[in-house]
């Protein structure tokens, strides 16, 4: 069950009002309370008593006007001081004053007997060991390339699909997408890999378009996969 209170209506822009008005009696409190209040400084006239005029011809008042001058006057005293006749410290003698180095005489070294030397440079370390005889390998027999055909185009693959005159080195990466018409010709052969011998590729592109698959009148242009595999020759 829900109940509605029709009757209440929110006075925010009276609240509003009222917060207004009181932070602005508090800032104007603030200004009041913690106002800055600069002291006057009283300026005091120097009023000279006596005015000496010093010449730059003579050179008493020439010396003592480059003395004022100069800024370091008061830090660095113009006439020589005698620091040891004013220095009220002890004197300092070294620990090592009234010695003096000398030599000492150099111990020989013992005499260490010579063993005599058990292994060398040219000495056999490891036992000979007999040559071993060379195996004759028999001559490799003859393989055959064959084409392998895709899924597509199996069911109208010859039996042999022999390439003759290549030499692939890797046929496992050589693919190509063919098409094959109705009558079992192939109309175009596409590279699916990139051949390091562009005369091998060539020559094996050539030996694709000459195959010849079983004709399909139902089938006008059928594309397929075709790879590759060396087969022993029988």
């Given at each position: 069950?829900?109940?509605?209170?029709?009757?209440?209506?929110?006075?925010?822009?009276?609240y509003v009002t009222l917060l207004t008005l009181l932070l602005a009696v508090l800032m104007g409190l603030f200004f009041v309370v913690f106002r800055i209040t600069y002291p006057n400084v009283q300026t005091a006239d120097a009023v000279p008593q006596r005015v000496l005029v010093l010449d730059p011809s003579d050179p008493e008042a020439r010396a003592l006007i480059h003395r004022a001058q100069d800024k370091s006057f008061g830090l660095v005293p113009a006439e020589p001081v005698?620091?040891?006749?004013?220095?009220?410290?002890?004197?300092?003698?070294?620990?090592?004053?009234?010695?003096?180095?000398?030599?000492?005489?150099?111990?020989?070294?013992?005499?260490?007997?010579?063993?005599?030397?058990?292994?060398?440079?040219?000495?056999?370390?490891?036992?000979?060991?007999?040559?071993?005889?060379?195996?004759?390998?028999?001559?490799?027999?003859?393989?055959?390339?064959?084409?392998?055909?895709?899924?597509?185009?199996?069911?109208?693959?010859?039996?042999?699909?022999?390439?003759?005159?290549?030499?692939?080195?890797?046929?496992?990466?050589?693919?190509?997408?063919?098409?094959?018409?109705?009558?079992?010709?192939?109309?175009?052969?596409?590279?699916?890999?990139?051949?390091?011998?562009?005369?091998?590729?060539?020559?094996?592109?050539?030996?694709?378009?000459?195959?010849?698959?079983?004709?399909?009148?139902?089938?006008?242009?059928?594309?397929?996969?075709?790879?590759?595999?060396?087969?022993?020759?029988?």
């Amino acid at each position: 069950m829900l109940s509605f209170a029709w009757k209440i209506r929110e006075r925010t822009t009276l609240y509003v009002t009222l917060l207004t008005l009181l932070l602005a009696v508090l800032m104007g409190l603030f200004f009041v309370v913690f106002r800055i209040t600069y002291p006057n400084v009283q300026t005091a006239d120097a009023v000279p008593q006596r005015v000496l005029v010093l010449d730059p011809s003579d050179p008493e008042a020439r010396a003592l006007i480059h003395r004022a001058q100069d800024k370091s006057f008061g830090l660095v005293p113009a006439e020589p001081v005698d620091l040891a006749a004013k220095a009220h410290f002890p004197s300092f003698t070294p620990s090592y004053d009234g010695f003096q180095l000398k030599l000492r005489t150099m111990v020989p070294p013992p005499a260490t007997p010579r063993q005599s030397q058990v292994f060398s440079a040219s000495t056999p370390v490891l036992p000979e060991v007999t040559p071993r005889a060379v195996a004759l390998t028999a001559d490799p027999k003859p393989s055959i390339l064959k084409a392998v055909p895709g899924p597509e185009i199996a069911r109208r693959a010859p039996v042999a699909l022999e390439i003759q005159d290549v030499s692939l080195s890797d046929p496992e990466n050589a693919r190509f997408s063919i098409s094959i018409d109705a009558t079992g010709r192939v109309t175009e052969v596409l590279p699916l890999f990139t051949s390091d011998d562009p005369a091998m590729a060539k020559v094996l592109r050539e030996r694709v378009t000459a195959l010849r698959f079983q004709p399909d009148a139902k089938t006008p242009r059928q594309w397929g996969t075709l790879g590759f595999h060396w087969q022993p020759a029988p």
